[in-house]
């Protein structure tokens, strides 16, 4: 079965600043797809970034951007310029195809920003 | 654009009764997903219906069961509430197999008591 690993609970970065936050998965697929998730506290799931496996090209928008290592089954995000509206839970979702038919989310890292 | 819509948005139920939660998806999309989310938890994939299909099933026990209606909105139910049941539940859709992923909505929090 998949798994998903956040290892950090919670980060803090400064407004205006870099953040990276950290995801590593387990798979034994070959083709699969990655996602970031933002949950503010209205609650919904909001999309950040997705990243096709097959592409070795990081993937990225606007400020956010992603380090995918398929060796090492690793996907951070990476958010410049840190804005306030950048607080809320982040959660690194792995699929097995860009469907999503059955996504498995990580535990989440609470970002806080600070002015 | 209306996006996903979910009713009730809060919910506190007592042990052993029996919870329906609804799900409206964005106008045209088929197929819909059904997560709970336990607090200080990410969701954890409970069903996926596409054109009234179960396409998919989670780890759940019995008690949860859903179904999707002609107007591709959904319900999820649950029997014999427990006080682990206590969650956000989650809905999210798409349009169909061509979709870049799901749009969630805000979830109902239930609460077992």
């Known amino acids: 079965a998949q798994t998903v690993t956040q290892s950090q609970p919670e980060m803090s970065v400064q407004e205006a600043e870099t953040v990276t936050l950290s995801c590593t998965y387990d798979?034994?697929?070959?083709?699969?797809?990655l996602f970031w998730y933002k949950q503010p506290p209205s609650r919904q799931m909001i999309l950040v970034i997705r990243?096709?496996?097959?592409?070795?090209q990081n993937a990225t928008e606007n400020r956010f951007s992603v380090n995918f290592q398929k060796a090492a089954k690793s996907f951070s995000l990476k958010i410049s310029d840190s804005q306030l509206g950048d607080a809320a839970m982040y959660f690194c979702?792995?699929?097995?195809?860009?469907?999503?038919?059955?996504?498995?989310f990580g535990p989440g890292t609470r970002l806080s920003v600070l002015p | 654009d209306a996006g996903v819509t979910q009713s009730p948005t809060h919910l506190i139920k007592t042990r052993g009764q029996h919870v329906t939660l609804r799900c409206s998806p964005i106008s045209g999309h088929k197929s819909v997903s059904w997560y709970q989310q336990v607090l200080g938890q990410g969701p954890q994939f409970i069903f996926q219906?596409?054109?009234?299909?179960?396409?998919g099933r989670g780890n759940f026990p019995d008690r949860f069961s859903a179904r999707q209606f002609p107007n591709y909105s959904s319900e999820l139910n649950v029997n014999a509430l427990l006080l682990g049941d206590s969650a956000l539940y989650l809905c999210a859709s798409r349009w169909g197999t061509s979709a870049p992923g799901y749009t969630f909505g805000s979830g109902t929090r239930l609460t077992v008591v």
């Open positions: 990243q096709e496996a097959y592409k070795q």
């Open positions: 219906y596409y054109e009234k299909e179960e396409r």
């Open positions: 798979t034994s697929e070959s083709d699969y797809y």
């Open positions: 979702a792995y699929s097995p195809d860009n469907y999503g038919q059955n996504f498995v």
